[in-house]
């Protein structure tokens, strides 16, 4: 994939006003309420939710990590659900800021985008979001999506790209997250882009527990996990290329309300984002996942190495 604005992406803000509306749901984890006014300011706090699984805590507490370290109060709310919980309660002001990825965003925002480079993307989102929300700067380290099957698997069916599932149409299972049943990169792009139909869809976790056992066990052939997560390469897995690039890039940006979107907070997640790689990123799911270390602890640890936190 085109890496030229990567450092571009990095430094540029994106605070174009947003035109699109955002889909209906929830507008507040406690059943109610609105998006709070005001001019942007983080002097009463910002309260960072995340998703439910393990990279996106980590995440979710090294914004806190950071903020805490440039004086912004903050509360962290932790293993929330998926974007359809999330993106409305981010609007409702039940939450301020939650780490987010570009393409994935993007996809659940404009499920027919067809920006992939890193700066487009940027801009698309900056177009896409709901009225009071926007995406700050992204960072180096990226997380995408990745369709994986053991090499017993690759050898037994030929697999190799997700364009080789299509010979196997209705003969194999694949397992994922509830919500990829119905998403553009998922089980609905696999066939409207690579003519992909399985056999059945087991609706397991986010490159969870869950899923990778049953990838294990052969109760499923094709896995949904995340490029981060360092059983892929333990367990010597197969991620099936994708030559036609259903799967966009995935570099983390945080996506926060105006409402709370003052220069202290961005400079202290811009200064984050230029220093956390991929790699980096990695090894922090590992510590949680395999040493089974508690998600703020690794963050507050690797904020500190790092000298973003004293």
Not at 113 to 141: D, F, H, K, R, S
Not at 228 to 238: E, G, S, Y
Not at 239 to 260: E, F, S
Not at 284 to 307: C, F, I, M, W
Request: aromatic residues 4%; negative net charge; glycine residues 10%.
């Amino acid at each position: 994939m085109n890496r030229r604005t990567l450092l571009g992406g990095l430094f540029a803000a994106a605070s174009v006003p947003a035109l699109a509306a955002c889909s209906s749901g929830i507008t507040s984890l406690d059943g109610g309420g609105s998006a709070g006014g005001g001019g942007g300011s983080s002097k009463d706090g910002v309260t960072i939710g995340t998703a439910n699984f393990t990279e996106n805590q980590v995440l979710g507490f090294l914004y806190a990590a950071v903020l805490e370290a440039a004086g912004v109060k903050t509360k962290v709310r932790p293993n929330l659900g998926t974007r359809e919980i999330l993106i409305p309660a981010l609007k409702g002001g039940d939450i301020d800021l939650l780490p987010e990825y570009q393409g994935a965003l993007l996809h659940y925002l404009s499920p027919k985008a067809e920006a992939t480079e890193e700066g487009e993307m940027q801009n698309a989102l900056a177009m896409a979001l709901p009225a009071g929300l926007q995406v700050l700067p992204y960072g180096m380290a990226e997380d995408s999506d990745a369709f994986v099957v053991t090499r017993e698997t690759a050898d037994k069916y030929g697999l190799s790209s997700l364009a080789d599932l299509k010979k196997q149409n209705g003969k194999l299972v694949i397992g994922a997250a509830p919500e990829v049943k119905k998403r553009e990169v998922g089980a609905v792009g696999l066939k409207d882009v690579y003519g992909v139909e399985f056999k059945e869809f087991k609706s397991l976790d986010s490159s969870g527990p869950l899923v990778k056992g049953a990838l294990k066990k052969g109760d499923v052939d094709v896995a949904n996990l995340f490029t981060t997560d360092t059983d892929i390469v333990a367990n010597k897995w197969v991620v099936l290329t994708d030559p036609k690039n259903l799967i966009p890039g995935q570099h983390i940006v945080p996506l926060i309300a105006d409402r709370k979107a003052d220069s202290t907070v961005r400079k202290a997640l811009a200064e984050l984002g230029n220093v956390l790689t991929t790699a980096d990123l990695t090894e922090l799911n590992r510590q949680v996942d395999k040493d089974k270390k508690d998600p703020e602890d690794v963050a507050n640890a690797y904020a500190k190495e790092k000298g973003l936190t004293k």
